[in-house]
């Protein structure tokens, strides 16, 4: 457990970095969870104490994109729903299965989400057109991001690591609308699996660090609502680039340690 006044402060400003990563894109937890290894927690237990203490910060985030969310409410109850069975099927899974048993996967998640940001506008037009030949007008609701959803959400409940690019990729891709307006989305639907696994994790968790869970709650707060700032101001094609930055050194971290 976090011991002394210099770990705190170290936990404090990692929930700050984590809270406004998670705000623009998502990958938080790359900040936050060495921080906690650093300081004695064993993995899970770090793993555990680190989704608790970022639901505030989610919740934060969603509150710095209320206005990217007016009219998408249908949206967000039809792939929250999604994103909650998925979450409780992640925690379950990080309580059951060995420690590492995603190591080699999640990586591999990671890159495709990637690589889907990077492909995601001519992919959009396509699906569009393919939709408009048809006799449909854009693209909204296609059968796989449902499922798709459904497993990231099960990412999110067990680890969560740059789920928020994955998330935006296949959002992306899957609904026409601005970038501003799915990273809200984004960010609903990671509260969902955030919060949903908390209270897994809260009713069978046998280790909680209650300390670093109010230090991270605090710092990722007060940085989502900075990063929500900083992601409504970014352009569409830096924005783009900001994801792709992060995902990159994401698939990095996770190769190393």
């Given at each position: 457990?976090i011991s ?8 404090l ?28 927690l ?22 710095g ?6 009219g998408?409410?249908r ?41 889907l940001?990077?492909?995601?506008p ?8 393919r939709?408009?030949?048809?006799g ?17 959400g ?10 928020g690019v994955i998330?935006l ?43 670093a869970?109010l ?16 992601a ?5 094609v830096v ?10 050194v ?8």
């Amino acid at each position: 457990m976090i011991s002394s006044a210099l770990e705190a402060v170290a936990v404090l400003l990692a929930g700050v970095a984590a809270g406004t990563i998670n705000a623009v894109v998502g990958s938080g937890t790359l900040v936050t969870f060495p921080v906690l290894l650093a300081a004695g927690l064993p993995p899970v237990t770090a793993n555990v104490s680190n989704n608790l203490g970022l639901v505030p910060g989610s919740l934060s985030a969603v509150l710095g994109h209320r206005r990217e969310l007016v009219g998408q409410g249908r949206r967000v109850l039809r792939y929250g729903i999604a994103s909650l069975l998925g979450s409780v099927l992640g925690a379950l899974l990080l309580l059951r299965l060995p420690a590492g048993a995603f190591d080699a996967v999640v990586p591999v998640l990671v890159g495709v989400g990637v690589l889907l940001v990077i492909l995601g506008p001519p992919l959009q037009r396509r699906v569009a057109r393919r939709k408009a030949e048809r006799g449909g007008t854009g693209h909204e609701n296609p059968w796989w991001l449902w499922p798709a959803v459904l497993g990231t959400g099960v990412y999110g409940g067990y680890f969560g690591a740059a789920q928020g690019v994955i998330l935006l990729a296949m959002l992306g891709i899957g609904i026409a609308d601005t970038v501003q307006r799915l990273n809200g989305v984004k960010n609903a639907l990671a509260l969902v699996a955030n919060a949903v696994a908390a209270v897994v994790f809260l009713v069978v968790a046998e280790e909680i660090d209650w300390w670093a869970v109010l230090v991270i709650a605090v710092g990722s707060a007060i940085g989502a609502q900075l990063g929500s700032v900083v992601a409504r101001r970014l352009p569409p094609v830096v924005f783009r680039a900001v994801i792709v930055a992060v995902g990159v050194v994401a698939i990095v971290v996770l190769l190393v340690t």
